[in-house]
Nanobody, 124 residues
Framework: QERLVESGGGSVQAGGSLTLSCAAS??????MAWFRQAPGREREAVAT???????RYSDSAKGRFTISKNNARTTLFLQMNNLTPEDTAIYYC????????????????????WGQGTQVTVSS
């Protein structure tokens, strides 16, 4: 597998939108996830996607965020709408061979592949 490389982070005002991308070539049929880590907080799962199952979202992401892949399954996306300052964090994409399954909880230690992260800052 190639490295996971996130992009698309930035600064936005509350109520705005951002789309994060993660170059994820070679991760066909893996569980792909977006995690985030806010200052002083533990890393938390935001959304997961895998073949033959519906995407899953954290309670805070439901209705506002959408996880998807391109048709070639080489890029992972996270469309984020109606952002709030509480969404400020470093966002990471991650992958693992095992199925995503039902969560929470989703243990970050079960993910073997990680990107370097991209900063999202939402101002009020």
């Amino acid at each position: 597998q190639e490295r996971l490389v996130e992009s698309g982070g930035g600064s936005v005002q509350a109520g705005g939108s951002l789309t994060l991308s993660c170059a994820a070539s070679g991760y066909h049929d893996y569980c792909m996830a977006w995690f985030r880590q806010a200052p002083g907080r533990e890393r938390e799962a935001v959304a997961t996607i895998e073949s033959y199952a519906q995407p899953r979202y954290s309670d805070s992401a439901k209705g506002r965020f959408t996880i998807s892949k391109n048709n070639a399954r080489t890029t992972l996306f996270l469309q984020m709408n109606n952002l709030t300052p509480e969404d400020t964090a470093i966002y990471y994409c991650a992958a693992r061979r095992a199925a995503c399954g039902r969560w929470p909880p989703l243990n970050e230690r079960d993910f073997s592949f990680w990107g370097q992260g991209t900063q999202v800052t939402v101002s009020s």
